[in-house]
């Protein structure tokens, strides 16, 4: 008969919607009362529940699914063929951008805590759309590059922290807001920026100079500005191209192709091409990494961010499903197997986040130790807590079965998001070898980070054999090069364990320790050793406000 309904939908868990995200995730809001000073902590916690509950929302999830859905579209030309090269955004990212903005996502510089409730946000607003994380992290790390120059930072900084989003191209004298993106890498290098070919010529105007060549990657083509490297007289040196110039004409800035990416598909990755484009010099001739390396900081603490907002994703979703789907005469949640991986991710999420916001507070401290201590941590972190990403994401997913597997769920977006952070800014192996640099060349910055692993000495014998490990790993510097990524990893792991044992419940920390630091682990997730108090470790991790 017509009408006649062919099944009863039960045995469904709700979407995971209307719920406060920041409120939701004890460990964020633990790192955040940790680490942000009193006199705004009431504030900071108003502030990032109010962000939280607008990213659970079901609309904004849905137009998380709409930017991704309609990525962004290439423009060379307008209908006369006239050359235009502008990106053209579904309404939904425009929506979201301005939402990150507004959120103070760019503007970490200049306030209390700055960094820590940047830094939250940040992990909160990755869960909600990832792809618009790339112009938010690209303006928010251009400020200290900027710094290097007054005069830049005085035109540009305060547009870059605005609170408003003004998305037209206008002369930047023009605008309330700006966005920043950046262009390092070119076909022939890589992450090899001493190899770049795009030349840059003097002109008269003190401190201009046009720039001929490309960039294989130009992150945020849509930007008001860009910070690129290019081949002055002296050397590589870094520069500000901005996208319309201050008589309102537009720059050279030709937009070859956008790339066809894995994930990521809201965000616009573009090829471009520079002949004759206006560029103000940015810092001194032939300082150009110099210059740009506290840009590329910023944002690679960033990617260590979004890494670990992926991931809190992700475990949120899985934890979310087994509370509300039933198998085999029970909750998923309550069967040992299935809590022993949700446990055994939790504690990948919750080590991710305690570790990227104390480096947070490293920016916010600004003290000679904490800067010393970043020049090392920042590079492990990033390597590691990148690598831990995909993993994390793929194992979330085979929580829901099939279901993950479908789009619907939203898993295959993280799945396909979960490489990204560990390419961007230099892959694995580029950051494993910085730490080496910092090692070899800086030795401050090992005495900060060891100093930092010291704070929880004698709390945890596993965690103080594993230090000692990682002494002995030190102490043998012959082809050391062919170890840098297990360096990476150690000192990773025994931050994050000293980091959990002085802070994160002692269920957390316990197993933590015993399977991180060791031994007692397989090479899969929910492999967990079954004394541990699992059934706490999955309800911390629960999203529930």
């Not at 705004?40 to 939280?52: C, F, P, T």
């Not at 920390?509 to 541990?532: E, K, N, V, Y």
Request: neutral net charge.
């Amino acid at each position: 008969m017509a009408g006649t309904p062919t099944h009863t939908v039960t045995n469904q868990p709700p979407p995971l919607v209307g719920y406060d995200l920041f409120s939701a995730d004890r460990a964020l809001v633990a790192a955040v009362g940790r680490h942000t000073g009193p006199e705004v902590l009431d504030e900071v916690r108003a502030e990032l529940s109010l962000l939280g509950r607008s990213a659970g929302s079901a609309q904004l999830q849905e137009w998380g699914v709409q930017a991704n859905e309609h990525p962004p579209r290439l423009r060379t030309h307008d209908r006369y063929g006239h050359r235009i090269d502008e990106v053209d955004f579904h309404p939904a990212w425009h929506r979201l951008l301005g939402k990150g903005v507004s959120a103070g996502l760019t503007a970490a510089w200049n306030r209390p805590s700055g960094h820590v409730r940047r830094a939250a946000g940040f992990l909160i607003w990755t869960q909600v759309e990832a792809g618009n994380c790339c112009p938010l992290s690209m303006t928010h790390a251009a400020v200290p590059a900027l710094r290097t120059d007054p005069g830049l930072a005085a035109e540009w900084e305060p547009r870059l922290t605005s609170t408003l989003y003004d998305r037209e191209l206008r002369p930047a004298a023009q605008k309330s807001s700006a966005l920043f993106g950046m262009g390092m890498t070119e076909k022939q290098g890589g992450s090899d920026v001493r190899a770049n070919t795009t030349e840059a010529r003097p002109l008269a105007e003190p401190g201009a100079y046009a720039l001929t060549g490309h960039k294989w990657f130009c992150s945020a083509p849509m930007s008001d500005g860009f910070l690129v490297l290019a081949q002055a007289p002296a050397g590589l040196t870094c520069f500000l191209v901005p996208r319309v110039l201050p008589d309102g004409s537009r720059n050279v800035f030709l937009l070859q192709r956008l790339k066809d990416k894995l994930g990521n598909r809201s965000n616009a990755s573009a090829e471009v091409e520079f002949a004759g484009t206006w560029a103000r010099r940015v810092g001194e001739e032939g300082r150009g990494v110099r210059t740009i390396i506290e840009m590329v900081a910023a944002t690679r603490l960033d990617c260590a961010l979004g890494s670990a907002g992926l991931m809190r994703q992700a475990v949120a979703q899985a934890i979310h499903h087994c509370t509300y789907r039933e198998a085999f005469g029970g909750r998923l949640l309550d069967k040992p197997l299935m809590r022993n991986v949700l446990a055994d991710l939790a504690l990948e999420s919750e080590a991710a986040t305690t570790l990227a916001l104390r480096l947070a507070a490293a920016y916010d401290d600004g003290g000679e130790q904490e800067r010393a201590f970043l020049r090392l941590a920042v590079p492990a972190a990033k390597y590691w807590i990148t690598k831990r990403c995909a993993p994390v994401a793929v194992e979330a997913a085979e929580c829901l079965g099939g279901n993950g597997y479908v789009e619907e769920s939203g898993l295959p977006r993280l799945v396909r998001e979960s490489p990204l952070n560990s390419v961007w800014e230099g892959a694995g192996n580029v950051q494993a070898l910085d730490v080496l640099r910092a090692l070899q060349r800086e030795p401050g910055a090992l005495d900060a980070c060891l100093t930092e692993i010291g704070r929880a000495h004698g709390a945890d014998h596993r965690l103080d054999r594993a230090v000692k490990d990682l002494f002995t790993e030190l102490a043998d510097l012959d082809a050391i090069e062919g170890r840098a990524r297990r360096l990476a990893e150690r000192l990773a792991l025994v931050l994050q364990g000293s980091l959990l044992v002085r802070h994160a419940p002692s269920e957390v920390a316990d197993a933590f320790c015993a399977s991180r630091l060791g031994g007692d682990h397989g090479a899969s997730f929910g492999t967990l050793p079954t004394s541990l108090d699992l059934e706490a470790i999955v309800e911390r991790a629960r999203p529930i406000s």
